[in-house]
């Protein structure tokens, strides 16, 4: 079963930058849509970005002209660039990448605190 690995989390100043990193644990074929989801205390799962095989991509309101996807030659993998980051932005951050079916990481933690 693939498995999606999340790196690249942890704790940041507002206004500091993080970038997010997510991998499958072996190649998977035809990944139309990968993407980011965050879940804080309290609240439910929202999308946060997507990057579709096209190239098009999606953004929550509030993270547009901050947040970035990005994904590599291989298309296996995903990037979220996280600038300017706010405190309302922590959450526990999970890959997401559809191929016909869901896959799912165990998500990353990002805390933004001074």
């Known amino acids: 079963q693939v498995q999606l690995v999340e790196s690249g989390g942890g704790l940041v100043q507002p206004g500091g930058s993080l970038r997010l990193s997510c991998a499958a644990s072996?190649?998977?074929?035809?990944?139309?849509?990968m993407g980011w989801y965050r879940q804080a205390p309290g609240k439910e799962r929202e999308l946060v970005a997507t990057?579709?095989?096209?190239?098009?991509?999606d953004y929550e309101d509030s993270v547009k002209g901050r947040f970035t996807i990005s994904r590599d030659n291989a298309k296996d993998t995903v990037s979220l660039q996280m600038n300017n980051l706010k405190p309302e932005d922590t959450a526990v951050y999970y890959c997401y990448a559809y191929t016909g079916l869901n896959y799912w990481g165990k998500g990353t933690q990002v805390t933004v605190s001074s």
């Open positions: 990057i579709r095989s096209s190239g098009s991509t």
């Open positions: 072996r190649s998977i074929f035809r990944i139309n849509i």
